[in-house]
Antibody, heavy 118, light 106 residues
């Protein structure tokens, strides 16, 4: 069955960088666009970024543009989120999610907690 | 930017009750609307996509309807395992979620 596992979360100081990974199994990873969605503690869901199946097309929410980069390595069934210039407001659980058609998120990972604090 | 609102923010109902949540978009989004269930400490789960299509394996007591700017999500007979927060999510011009509706048992 489909399995998405995030890793790379942790505590980081404001202004520093962090890279999240999402390893996929159980489906043809290279045929699916992939998203990152985050959830601040006690808050709702916020879409962060999406990358096309081949990795060419990428889109971001305004609050992370220029700071975050989504990428993927289809040879390793892995999705990445490179986060630079981190701010306290980036503190959240980050989920990776697959999408069969760019429209909805059908499978989700368990999430990785990123805490930005001095 | 298209804003999504949900009401109510929370509700309390009895087992067996019919529960309805509404989601409104600030502009016409056609049928580009999905619904998710999130239980505490867990990842969200897709229940309904494209406003009214039940995801495979989801119990038939869940349903969705609407188009344009107004959408509804219904649980036909609330069960104890339905305790969760429910989110609407639009697509089309990127993506965004509604603020969520927390459903509790009375």
């Amino acid at each position: 069955q489909v399995h998405l596992v995030e890793s790379g979360g942790g505590v980081v100081q404001p202004g520093r960088s962090l890279r999240l990974s999402c390893t996929a199994s159980g489906f043809i990873f290279s045929a699916y666009a992939m998203h990152w969605v985050r959830q601040a503690p006690g808050k709702g869901l916020e879409w962060v970024a999406v990358v096309s199946d081949g990795g060419t097309n990428k889109f971001y929410t305004d609050s992370v543009k220029g700071r975050f980069t989504i990428s993927r390595d289809n040879s390793k069934n892995t999705l990445f989120l490179h986060m630079n210039s981190l701010r306290a407001e980036d503190t959240a659980v980050y989920y990776c999610a697959s999408t069969p058609n760019w429209n909805y998120f059908d499978f989700w990972g368990q999430g990785a907690l990123v805490t930005v604090s001095s | 930017d298209i804003q999504m609102t949900q009401s109510p923010p929370s509700l309390s109902a009895s087992v067996g009750d019919r529960v309805t949540v509404t989601c409104q978009a600030s502009r016409d989004i056609s049928h580009y609307l999905n619904w998710y269930q999130q239980k505490p400490g867990k990842a969200p789960k897709l229940l309904i996509h494209d406003a009214s299509i039940l995801e495979t394996g989801v119990p038939s007591r869940f349903s969705g309807s609407g188009s344009g700017t107004y959408f509804t999500f219904t649980i036909n007979s609330l069960q104890p395992e339905d305790i969760a927060t429910y989110y609407c999510q639009r697509y089309g011009n990127l993506f965004s979620f509604g603020p969520g509706t927390k459903v509790e048992i009375k």
